[in-house]
């Protein structure tokens, strides 16, 4: 496959990265490798990323890009969100062509959650 103009790497802040290792770690099956107290790498079977050292926070309300999950149970996902420590923070709601939510990780980073599933 050619990866030529595709997107290639993401990256988000943390500031405790054992809390991210461990909710994106039993969550989503993501693997990590550190690189020193600043930087923390991860995949999640498909994409590359990390999670460099700060403060800030993602949020699409401020200008960060939204990065958007895909599910095909929703609901069943967004359970298993807030049972591993993330908050709610946009109740499901449809759109043309499907549902989303979108939620906080454990340091407040925004993303979201989509799904053609379900619609009537």
């Not at 095909?72 to 807030?82: A, H």
Request: glycine letters at 10%; aromatic letters at 16%.
């Amino acid at each position: 496959m050619n990866k030529e103009n595709q997107i290639n790497y993401v990256e988000l802040p943390a500031s405790n990265f054992e809390a991210m290792k461990a909710f994106y770690g039993d969550l989503f099956e993501w693997t990590f490798e550190s690189y020193g107290e600043d930087y923390l790498a991860f995949n999640d079977g498909r994409l590359d990323g990390g999670f460099y050292k700060s403060d800030n926070r993602a949020a699409a309300g401020d200008g960060a890009a939204l990065i958007i999950f895909y599910t095909q149970n929703l609901e069943e996902l967004q359970d298993r969100i807030v049972a591993a420590g993330g908050e709610v923070c946009v109740p499901v709601f449809a759109f043309p062509g499907g549902r989303r939510f979108h939620f906080h990780d454990p340091h407040g980073n925004e993303l979201a959650v989509w799904t053609d599933q379900g619609l009537t």
